[in-house]
């Protein structure tokens, strides 16, 4: 039993290990896999609010061409710039500074907003060259975005003005919590026009530019300055909890942000092939164990079978062949003093002895007899199996030397001793007669019955000594050339050791083998 | 007598023909000083009044293009009957525009959808399904709602065409630029470009100052809708409103002699720089009066003494001609020490016009101090202004007396409630569109 379940364990070990060796590299695959599907996506994502902000930058840029292209027709006395103002829809607030810096428009008399949009803008009037100092001009912030091609377009025209234009740009700065862009132009004369961004309008512009799009794989948020939404597109429902990553714009806007989520990648696609591939892996494997296991048992099955038919066979054979003997026996005794007749008696019951022993070795091996215990008396029960191979021992000269000390009985199972000794003895007759004598003690030893068989034979190879205890083993050489046996002899009698509580060994005697029976002397309770 | 139908028909036609040449088909100004005559010897405050009078178009074949821009709120509350009426009103809206109107509509709830871009209003089957197919739920992203409807306009922006958006909305914006200020700002810009943005609020739950700002400032009008079934008249009139557009793009320019000063303008947003001030209209309906309040103070004289007091100029662009027109006038002052002379020559209409003005100043003020939870101050100012309707009433006696008396009791009445918490949300939507109402001379 322990056996079926070590196979069952192995078989397991077999479809488990190389599923996990392929999953865990197939894992490490999707992981790498993983990775590089991250960076395409963060590619994606800044390639989205790249354009995004190009957008943005494209609008800013058309407002400063058109400017800059209108502003040199403005007539640049403060009465024709406020004119000027109510047509801009852009534009909220409007400064015109002297060459010499000085502001002329607007000036007093102020309405109560140019009042306010003075005072805010205090620092300009003390020096207007803050107005440089932030970014030269938009084409230089162009420059920087990783859409070359078209920043080289923006520069182009840019230069290609440069000669006729003077310098312009855009400058923000904070009003309450939120920014205001202003443009600034100098005129060929000198003169410096400032015209400051309507924020409402320029938000309200921006959104009309920003895309409706309610694709539902991913949102972007625009927020300004201060933190607050201005405009969302793209259906996308983050996750609670899922942040959203954020991207400033380019410059004058570098102080608001665009917000994306999406779906993340998932290797899905991969993922699903590598998992199909790993399953259909993982039934080939089970199917294959299965196969292995039923075919092993399968062979257990049948070789319990036989064993039972050989069982049923030998039990079978037990009867007629008890009547032969019985009867031999019986004949012996009422036969005349003919040597020849006595003679083949004795071969047919010696003979019929052995078959019987045979017949209870096969029987033994294949059931596992109940345990009839009684007080038996060792030595006796040694000289009267002795007695039972002495014709066969003298028969092949072999001597039989006997030192019986144990002089005890014991509470175990005679018979089961007598077939041990049978079985011990017959291997003597069978492989050690070469050796011409036998020699069989018993004593006591450390509360311990020992029973030893010690032959004159040619011994048993270390190696083998281990082996020759395991069913139908048989050593292969000279020795059991040309003679019959059944290779379970030895293996029966270390189970019926077993059964009695005791064990059998061999030790090498040199020359010979010495097979020593210990027994408790106090059987105790055993299996 | 029996006569061909045809031939009457015929005879119609070229009365038409013969009456179209001869109609004025200008605005007509005119400025006029509450007390044309005054106190020698010493300064007055005085009112002036310039009135624009729109002419009266004739037959739907003159009736001025539109461009309009329908923005729909559909965020989550305007679940149910709400979304339903406004959907009938939108689709009202497309029964009255023809093929010569260009028409967008966008709808947002969190998000913006431009549900049909600009186009002429040729295929009304697809506008039909597009405006029944709107669901309700989500945010209210109001501003950006109305910057996509801007942007739907600008795509056939024209000066001949009134171009409008029209917003309806139950909900205080909560996605984007969200306060009344940014909402005015807005309102500025698009009405300096010449799209103005009517205004209509829905329910009790939305924010009527953003709503106002946003139709003050682009001089559009705004109307609170207590019950959705309303929502159909206003468009009527709306478009009403819109199908009959005379003059757009009004700039109104004072030039202000020496030593007058303008104090406030009344009602109307505008800039006074020195002794300018400059104002804008975006429209003028046919047939309809608009006017410009305005106090000013006029330095001591000697009697008999006539002093120029200001020049008008409004220039505009005339819808029925297409052409960019100005009409001018002048307005003088005289002292006298009769104050019989005085009361004679009062301008009782003038006077009425501008007590009404100044008690919806007030009333504004109450409406400040009542939001400030100064509750009692604000029953003070209004009951003053109560008293000086009277006591304006009084003083011009005759029927203007007992219209002012009424409208004093009215204005009583407000004092008397405005410390209560009752329906406040909603009595302060209705207070707001009636100081709306009267600063805009709205129709409704």
Redesign the interface.
């Known amino acids: 039993m322990k056996k079926r379940h070590a196979n069952l364990l192995l078989l397991i070990a077999l479809v488990v290990l190389p599923l996990a060796l392929i999953g865990w590299q197939a894992w490490r695959l999707l992981d790498s896999e993983s990775d590089v599907q991250q960076a395409r996506y963060d590619q994606l994502v800044e390639a989205r609010l790249q354009q995004v902000d190009l957008t943005i930058q494209r609008y800013l840029e058309s407002l400063a061409g058109d400017w800059r292209e209108r502003l040199p027709a403005w007539p640049l006395d403060p009465r024709e710039v406020r004119k000027r103002l109510a047509d801009e829809v852009r534009v909220r607030h409007l400064f015109l500074l002297g060459p010499d810096n000085r502001r002329l428009f607007p000036e007093a008399p102020l309405s109560s907003d140019e009042q306010e949009f003075v005072q805010r803008l205090e620092a300009i009037w003390r020096d207007p060259s803050l107005l440089r100092s932030s970014r030269p001009d938009s084409e230089s912030e162009l420059a920087d975005t990783s859409a070359p091609a078209l920043s080289r377009v923006f520069r182009k025209s840019a230069r290609e003005s440069a000669g006729i234009q003077p310098e312009s740009g855009w400058y923000m700065w904070h009003w309450g919590a939120g920014t205001r862009l202003l443009f600034w132009w100098k005129s060929p004369g000198g003169e410096t026009l400032g015209l400051a961004l309507e924020p409402a309008r320029f938000k309200s512009d921006l959104i009309g530019l920003l895309p409706e799009d309610d694709a539902t794989d991913f949102s972007i948020r625009l927020r300004d300055a201060s933190g607050q939404e201005i405009y969302r597109w793209g259906g996308y429902e983050p996750e609670p909890g899922e942040e959203y990553h954020h991207y400033p714009l380019s410059y004058p806007l570098s102080s608001w942000t665009l917000e994306y989520a999406g779906t993340q990648p998932t290797a899905a696609a991969t993922g699903f092939g590598l998992l199909l591939l790993l399953g259909s892996l993982a039934l080939v494997l089970i199917g294959l164990a299965l196969y292995l296991y039923r075919e092993q048992t399968r062979e257990l099955r049948e070789a319990a079978r036989k064993v039972e038919f050989v069982g049923q066979v030998s039990h079978e054979l037990k009867t007629p062949l008890t009547n032969i003997r019985m009867y031999a026996e019986m004949l012996d005794e009422q036969l005349e003093d003919d040597p020849r007749q006595r003679n083949y008696l004795g071969i047919i019951i010696s003979e019929s002895q052995r078959l019987g022993r045979l017949i209870g070795n096969v029987l033994n091996f294949s059931r596992t007899p109940a345990l009839h215990l009684s007080e038996v008396d060792i030595d006796g029960l040694v000289r009267q199996t002795l007695d039972h191979f002495r014709p066969g021992f003298s028969a092949r000269g072999i001597e039989i030397h006997t030192d019986l000390q144990a002089g005890i009985s014991i509470s175990s199972d005679a018979d089961m001793l007598e077939q041990i000794l049978n079985n011990l003895l017959s291997n003597v007759e069978k492989y050690a007669s070469g050796g011409g004598a036998v020699e069989v003690t018993t004593r006591v030893a450390e509360e311990r019955l020992l029973v030893s068989v010690r032959d004159h034979g040619a011994g048993i190879p270390a190696a083998e000594r281990r082996k020759i205890f395991e069913p139908f083993y048989r050593i292969d050489n000279s020795l059991t050339e040309g003679v019959s046996g059944t290779g379970i002899g030895l293996t029966i009698a270390r189970q019926q050791a077993g059964r009695l509580g005791g064990k059998l060994v061999v030790s090498d005697a040199a020359p010979g083998a010495r097979f020593t029976l210990t027994l408790p002397l106090d059987r105790g309770e055993s299996a | 007598m029996k006569q061909h139908p045809f031939t009457l028909l015929i005879i119609l036609f070229l009365t038409s023909l013969l009456a179209l040449p001869a109609q004025a088909r200008q605005i007509e100004l005119s400025a006029e000083l509450g007390t044309p005559v005054v106190e020698a010897g010493r300064a007055h405050k005085t009112f002036l009044k310039i009135s624009l009078t729109g002419f009266e178009l004739s037959g739907l074949t003159e009736r001025t293009p539109a461009n309009v821009a329908l923005v729909l709120d559909e965020s989550g509350s305007m679940t149910g009957e709400k979304l339903e009426e406004a959907k009938e009103a939108a689709l009202l809206a497309v029964d009255l525009l023809n093929e010569d109107d260009i028409l967008s509509i966008v709808s947002y709830d969190?998000?913006?959808?431009?549900l049909v871009p600009a186009t002429r209003v040729a295929d009304k089957s697809d506008i039909r399904r597009a405006i029944r197919a709107m669901k309700a739920g989500g945010q209210t992203?109001l501003?950006?709602g109305?910057?996509?409807g801007?942007?739907e306009i600008?795509k056939f922006i024209d000066k001949e065409r009134v171009n409008r958006i029209i917003l309806l909305s139950d909900g205080q914006a909560n996605?984007?630029?969200s306060t009344a200020t940014?909402?005015?700002?807005?309102g500025?810009?698009?009405g300096?470009?010449g799209i103005s943005v009517t205004t209509i609020g829905l329910g009790d739950g939305y924010n009527e100052d953003l709503m106002a700002n946003l139709a003050g400032y682009s001089d559009g009008n705004h109307a609170f809708v207590e019950d959705p079934e309303d929502l159909v008249k206003i468009f009527n009139y709306e478009f009403g409103d819109v199908l009959s557009v005379v003059a757009q793009d009004l700039?109104i320019r004072i030039e202000f002699e020496d030593g007058i000063r303008p104090l406030r303008i009344l009602g109307r947003k505008g800039?006074?720089?020195?002794r300018e001030v400059?104002t804008r209209m975006n429209q003028l309906y046919s047939d309809q009066a608009q006017y410009i309040l305005l106090e000013v103070e006029v330095p001591e004289g000697t009697a008999d003494q006539t002093r120029d007091l200001a020049r008008v100029t409004v220039s505009y662009q005339n819808m029925a001609n297409r052409q960019q027109e100005d009409v001018r006038d002048r307005v003088s002052v005289s002292y006298s020490s009769s104050s019989d002379e005085i009361a004679r020559s009062r301008n009782r209409e003038v006077v009425t016009t501008a007590t009404k003005q100044v008690a919806n100043e007030m009333s504004k003020k109450a409406l400040q101090l009542r939001d400030e939870g100064k509750r009692e101050e604000a029953q003070r100012v209004l009951n003053s202004s109560a008293d000086f309707v009277r006591s304006q009433g009084a003083m011009l006696g005759g029927e203007e007396k007992e219209q002012l008396e009424a409208f004093s009791a009215e204005v009583e009445s407000e004092a008397d409630a405005i410390t209560l918490d009752e329906d406040w949300d909603m009595r302060r939507k209705a207070i707001k569109a009636k100081q709306y109402r009267q600063d805009t001379q709205q129709t409704y």
Request: charged fraction near 25%; hydrophobic fraction near 45%; charge should be positive.
């Open positions: 969190s998000h913006v959808k431009v992203a501003f950006a109305v910057s996509k801007a942007r600008r996605v984007g630029p940014e909402l005015g700002e807005l500025m810009s698009l300096k470009e700039l800039e006074i720089i020195g400059t």
